[in-house]
């Protein structure tokens, strides 16, 4: 398995911390059932998009309000 770096304490690989912050809405998969779980994936991917769609792909993410 390769190795993994620049992974944040909570376990997230992202590189900006608005993806992180949504990525970590997957951690409660745990204590659902699966049937709930497609629910979880859809509300994560429409908050992706939300946040990518805005993203400035040449913007430094510690540099942005709310950043870092």
């Not at 376990?11 to 951690?27: E, I, K, N, Q």
């Not at 992706?48 to 805005?54: E, H, N, P, Q």
Request: hydrophobic letters at 35%; aromatic letters at 2%.
């Amino acid at each position: 398995m390769p190795e993994v770096r620049d992974q944040d304490p909570s376990g997230s690989t992202a590189h900006d911390p608005r993806v992180a912050a949504v990525l970590a809405d997957l951690d409660q998969l745990a204590d659902l059932p699966v049937e709930e779980h497609p629910g979880v994936y859809e509300a994560v991917h429409a908050k992706l998009r939300a946040v990518l769609d805005g993203a400035d792909p040449t913007a430094d993410p510690a540099e942005e309000p709310g950043g870092p």
